[in-house]
């Protein structure tokens, strides 16, 4: 059967600027089997080069066509809803390219877009302007809403809580683009020509990427090596197919049977648990998740 992967950065292949052991097995595994992935961020600072070179440094290999961001997303929706159009951008290169090459200009007057990225260089004088300019009529689009950035020192705020500042002062409330907006997520389907059903979404939190997966009917697994521990699930009123420790645990299901998909493989070698989920390896059992977030 054919079938694709969608697979989250950040907490499922590297922490920062460390690999996730494993990840690099994982990644050769999947290309040495041609199967079509794609590797998401919401964080749209960078450009797909950029990050597929800081990939390559610590070890894992990927191309710049495997990298999809929320970047891309935003610029190509864009360019759908306005051709040719231009955005007042508060954001770094990765957005700012992806918007030129989606056929946008950036401007710094009567903008149609406010554009919101994530940036360490965001002041005073750009909020304001993105406050003006949204109060006049450009349409406030955020690239994401992750309220913060995990770093090696702690947190750094995110795209989304610029965003909030800017929808208080306006009164306005963004579109965002980013995970777990569908707009992102069915665009990277489809960059893999695949279908809902063969698709299968890989990542480390429950409220951007099991939640969009869930949402598009895509196949779902949760790696604990990230932001999510097992007895977070609880919390959730949705759940992942499957549960497993980190993307280590899918390097054997696919070297032996590179034809058939991970949620196929992960069936077999598991019992189905009541809750939906099903754990892998030295994954902890779960509770009855959906029972228990329910009632
Ligand atoms: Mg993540």
């Given at each position: ?16 600027r ?14 040495q ?45 864009l ?48 909020l ?14 955020a ?9 090696e ?5 995110g ?54 997966g ?21 919390q ?6 499957f ?14 049977q ?10 077999v ?27």
């Open positions: 059967m054919r079938h694709g992967y969608l697979i989250d950065m950040d907490g499922v292949l590297c922490r920062g460390e690999m996730i052991p494993g990840a690099d097995a994982f990644i050769r595994a999947l290309r089997a041609h199967i079509p992935f794609l590797l998401l961020t919401n964080n749209s600072q960078r450009s797909r080069r950029d990050i597929a070179t800081m990939l390559q440094r610590i070890g894992i290999p990927v191309l710049e066509e495997h990298i999809f961001t929320s970047a891309i997303a935003t610029a190509r929706f360019a759908r809803m306005k051709p040719g159009g231009t955005a007042y951008v508060i954001g770094e290169g990765g957005l700012t390219t992806a918007l030129h090459i989606n056929g946008f200009a950036i401007v710094d007057h009567a903008p149609d877009f406010v554009v919101v990225g994530e940036g360490r260089t965001v002041s005073y004088e750009q304001e302007q993105a406050v003006s300019f949204v109060t006049a009529g450009a349409r406030l689009i690239t994401n809403l992750d309220p913060n950035c995990p770093t020192s702690g947190l750094r705020p795209c989304g809580a610029i965003v909030a500042l800017l929808e208080k002062a306006t009164g306005r409330q963004a579109f965002s683009v980013g995970k777990p907006s569908p707009v992102m997520l069915r665009a990277a389907r489809k960059e893999l020509n695949l279908r809902t059903e063969e698709t299968c979404i890989i990542g480390d939190t429950m409220a951007t990427d099991i939640l969009g869930v949402q598009l009917g895509f196949h779902s697994i949760l790696v604990l090596s990230g932001s999510t521990r097992a007895e977070d699930l609880e959730y009123a949705f759940c992942p197919d549960v497993v420790d980190s993307v280590a645990d899918l390097v054997e299901p696919l070297l032996r590179p034809d058939t998909p991970l949620w196929r493989s992960l069936s070698s598991s019992p189905a648990i009541p809750s939906g989920s099903q754990v892998q390896s030295g994954g902890t059992a779960l509770p009855s998740v959906q029972k228990q977030a329910i009632s």
